[in-house]
């Protein structure tokens, strides 16, 4: 059995900046408590690894009395990191630098006097810290059904969400078009959201069947393996290697692996590891097998044999 790796997957930049940072500020936190304002990714394991490392969760509710909380990739509203200092406590910003720039655009647009619209969705976190940047003052459109019902405005200026699948933006904007004279359309999907959403189409194409590795609450996730279907309908979303039932692998001469931006490398060898035994127990060892490469270099699909 073949087991090959998408070209792009796994962490993107935003997400592993915001752990090295979070890392950084227990290093620096001398004995206080560092929390994060909300998991820091969706991604359970993750998260518990993090808190056996010292970086707890909190919300609002359950903040530390002193000590450093986190702003995860997804961002916040300024009144957010107001409130957050307001009680002495030490604010670290690990917001994605794609989101800071959403945010940019968002209030630059409604300065300009456009009619702001998000496509993605309203309850992401992401969606809310924009939309705190705008004192809540922007429509929020996650079909081209809901840019479609908006009220007619004169001028809109649209923005997307960072983890939305490019032709779904494409197919909001068209919408959106009906409901103005002017359109002013910003291009701020991830670099590495793109860039995975067509490597899992790619390797999709390829193989019999797909797993696509980390939380079943992540979006990002979740819309990789929506396109990873498209080519493939035996796409799979797991969240541990645990989940690969042997079942599944009889008869599959080709498997890929691809993964959301939470997933860290450890999770995805750990995904290969168990695949790899899988098929040396069907073939009494036979099989060779090539290391699986950083998921942080672009490359063609790599097989594991």
């Not at 809540?136 to 459109?141: E, H, P, S």
């Not at 479609?148 to 494409?170: F, H, N, S």
Request: net charge negative; proline share 5%.
């Amino acid at each position: 059995m073949e087991i090959l790796l998408a070209e792009s997957f796994g962490f993107c930049m935003g997400v592993k900046r915001a752990v090295d940072l979070a890392y950084r500020a227990l290093e620096q936190a001398g004995g206080l408590p560092v929390v994060t304002l909300g998991p820091l990714i969706h991604n359970k394991q993750e998260t518990d690894r993090l808190a056996a490392d010292g970086i707890g969760c909190a919300d609002p509710e359950s903040l530390p009395a002193a000590g450093t909380v986190v702003i995860r990739a997804h961002g916040v509203g300024p009144q957010t990191f107001a409130e957050l200092r307001a009680r002495g406590l030490r604010v670290l910003d690990a917001t994605c630098p794609y989101v800071h720039y959403s945010q940019r655009r968002a209030v630059e647009l409604q300065a300009a006097g456009y009619t702001v619209v998000i496509a993605g969705v309203r309850e992401h976190p992401e969606i809310r810290g924009i939309l705190g940047h705008l004192n809540g003052a922007a429509y929020v459109a996650q079909t081209p059904e809901e840019a479609r019902a908006l009220p007619a405005c004169d001028r809109i200026g649209v923005i997307a969400q960072t983890t939305i699948a490019e032709p779904k933006y494409q197919a909001i904007i068209a919408a959106l078009r009906e409901r103005t004279r002017e359109l002013k359309i910003c291009e701020t999907i991830c670099d590495a959201t793109a860039e995975n959403q067509t490597a899992v189409r790619r390797l999709a194409a390829e193989v019999e069947l797909l797993y696509v590795v980390v939380g079943r609450h992540s979006d990002n996730s979740n819309k990789l393996a929506e396109t990873a279907r498209e080519c493939c309908p035996r796409a799979l979303l797991i969240e541990t290697e645990e989940e690969i039932r042997p079942e599944d692998l009889r008869g599959v001469t080709r498997v890929g692996v691809s993964a959301g931006a939470s997933a860290p490398d450890w999770m995805i060898q750990r995904v290969v590891t168990r695949l790899r035994a899988l098929d040396h127990a069907d073939n009494a060892g036979n099989a060779t097998v090539a290391a699986a490469p950083s998921p942080a270099a672009a490359r063609a699909p790599s097989v594991i044999e």
